[in-house]
């Protein structure tokens, strides 16, 4: 056996014993076999590969590991302007005046992300087991592709208390919502009211079409809305649709669903002589992409932990009360900007579950409604993250195909449904947050040289 089997071996042993947290793979190798950056970056992600094949049977394929995965300094002479790229990136030339950027010597050489384990356009990392109880009994494998930086060690770090003190416990409902809006605009108030009594009565049949063709998703209405709406003189009246789906996020489904009963109710209108003036499928009020209390859109999610009080004041050597005080403040801020306690590591790490996952939502404004949970009960601190609207479909539907690498990254975090995607993502987020708090109330974070 060669030298570097055998670190590969003892090293992906030290990880499953849980002696070495995953991003200390690189300094681990560079001490006890003096594998110097950068041999020993791309050692250490085909480690953490390893580790995962054998923990969760997945031999990953489709996630690529390049030759040289690390980054380098360069530098346009012309513009002075610094650059930090990976490696692999041949197009060395300055974005700004086109020259071509010249490398620092002796060249230097850095980790493209903590705890990566591939990726060429997005950086993936490994973050650690995830053990929840309570709707969803299970562990998970964190995965995030998070770019650059340090933010997956954070997760890590949160991750590790989460099974120190028993998982986190899960709360989250069983369907998932997905919301399209129709909007008609009448000449007069006799018109609506005319419109609004002929469409009341013809609900039920509208529902029945509707279900039809949501059912090939395994998704029916489950609430219908009418609101009449003035403004500036203009009569309107909405009619909202909301679904349910157990495996599907359902957005590309209720959408299709709401243009049948578009077609039905203007036909309808149209043949009793009942005039308006515009009709269309409405964006403004279902909620899309518009983080909101109401939960319209996507599934209801939270994650707590329990910690004892005298083991929460080692952690962060301050008092119970001290620390409250912290979380309270953070949460004030958020409410004068008039928004949900919504912190920037939860926004950092939805983003990178999604992408990871390569799921729509591709962007994380849908779905990163988010507030932080802290009090103390019966001698314990529980922290926890609630999300009201997480939107989530692991299988490919109307919205497109969930590409393969997709598929493999969530066979690895052991996702098998949408309900157990916004558990592992609420968790990831709760990981995330435990940690950044702590390390805000120890005062380890932005604290001047």
């Known amino acids: 056996m060669s030298a570097i089997e055998n670190a590969v071996i003892e090293t992906v042993q030290l990880l499953s014993g849980s002696k070495i947290p995953p991003w200390k793979v690189e300094s681990h190798l560079q001490e006890t076999y003096s594998l110097i950056p950068p041999e020993n970056y791309r050692l250490s992600a085909k480690i953490r590969r390893r580790y995962l094949r054998e923990r969760t049977g997945v031999d990953i394929k489709y996630l690529t590991l390049p030759e040289k995965p690390y980054l380098v300094n360069l530098e346009c002479g012309v513009c002075s302007i610094p650059y930090q790229l990976a490696a692999f990136d041949n197009n060395r030339y300055c974005s700004v005046c086109g020259e071509e950027l010249i490398e620092d010597k ?30 969803i009994e299970k562990e998970f494998t964190g995965i995030l592709q998070y770019g650059t930086g340090l933010g997956p060690i954070g997760v890590t ?5 989460i099974k120190r003190y028993g998982g986190a416990d899960i709360k989250v409902t069983e369907t998932a919502r997905a919301c399209r809006n129709l909007g008609y605009m009448f000449p007069d108030e006799s018109s609506r009211k005319q419109a609004l009594q002929l469409i009341e009565d013809f609900l039920y049949a509208v529902r ?12 029916n209405v489950q609430f219908i809305e009418l609101l009449p709406v003035e403004d500036m003189g203009r009569i309107y009246l909405f009619i909202d649709f909301t679904a349910e789906f157990d495996l599907y996020r359902g957005h590309g489904a209720i ?12 036909e309808k209108l149209g043949s009793a002589g009942i005039k308006f003036l515009q009709s269309g499928i409405i964006q403004g009020y279902d909620g899309d992409l518009k983080p909101s209390y109401r939960n319209k859109r996507g599934r209801y999610c939270l994650a707590r932990l329990s910690i004892p009080e005298s083991e929460f004041e080692k952690l962060t050597g301050k008092t119970s009360e001290d620390f409250l005080d912290i979380v309270r403040m953070d949460s004030k801020g958020a409410e004068k900007l008039g928004g949900l306690h919504h ?18 939502p591709h962007a994380p404004l849908v779905s990163s409604t988010q507030k932080i949970i802290c009090y103390g009960e019966g001698g314990n601190i529980i ?25 493999e990254m969530m066979q690895v975090m052991g996702i098998n449904s949408a309900r157990e995607f916004a558990a592992y993502l609420t968790m990831l987020v709760l990981a995330g947050e435990l940690n950044l708090s702590i390390e805000i109330a120890r005062g380890n974070l932005y604290k001047a040289d």
């Open 106 to 135: 002796p060249q230097k050489t850095y980790p493209l992300t903590a705890n990566y384990i591939g990726g060429i356009d997005d950086y993936f990392s490994y973050c650690g087991n995830f053990e929840c109880h309570g709707d």
């Open 255 to 266: 959408s299709k669903a709401a243009g049948i009963a578009k077609k039905m109710i203007d």
């Open 343 to 360: 912190t920037g590591m939860g926004g950092e790490i939805i983003a990178g579950v999604y992408k990871a996952a390569k799921i729509n």
């Open 157 to 161: 770090r949160g991750g590790f208390f």
């Open 208 to 219: 029945e079409e509707m279900n039809i063709s949501l059912s090939k998703w395994r998704g």
């Open 383 to 407: 922290y926890g993250v609630e999300m009201p609207n997480i939107e989530a479909g692991t299988i490919s539907s109307t919205e497109g195909a969930v590409p393969p690498l997709g598929r």
